[in-house]
């Protein structure tokens, strides 16, 4: 696995799962662009849809051993961990 193309908490989050092969972790995925044809086929066999040559972010929910072949990707810049997002208290 290459850890330096996950940020930090991705990298906290995946030493604390305990089964590697369970697609359990939302997370960006951020590639270069134009993605090539087997770059596509890669991420389309990870699961993931909706990918276009034109787009360098996809979301995915997937597993410790998903992220540690996509950070292995020359075309993969970097893997962030989603958050969920809260609403502010409004006064």
């Given at each position: 696995m290459n850890y330096q193309k996950l940020d930090?908490?991705?990298?906290m989050t995946i030493n604390d799962i305990l089964e590697p092969e369970t697609p359990n972790?939302?997370?960006f995925i951020h590639t270069q662009t134009?993605?090539?044809p087997d770059a596509i086929a890669i991420l389309e066999?990870?699961?993931?849809?909706n990918i276009?040559?034109?787009?360098?972010?996809?979301?995915?929910?997937?597993?410790?051993?998903?992220?540690?072949?996509l950070s292995e990707q020359p075309w993969?810049?970097?893997l962030k961990l989603s958050?969920?997002?809260r609403l502010a208290n409004k006064p």
């Open positions: 930090a908490s991705l990298a972790l939302v997370v134009p993605l090539k066999n990870f699961g993931i849809s276009t040559d034109k787009k360098d972010v996809f979301t995915a929910t997937v597993s410790t051993h998903t992220i540690a072949q993969v810049t970097s958050h969920k997002l």
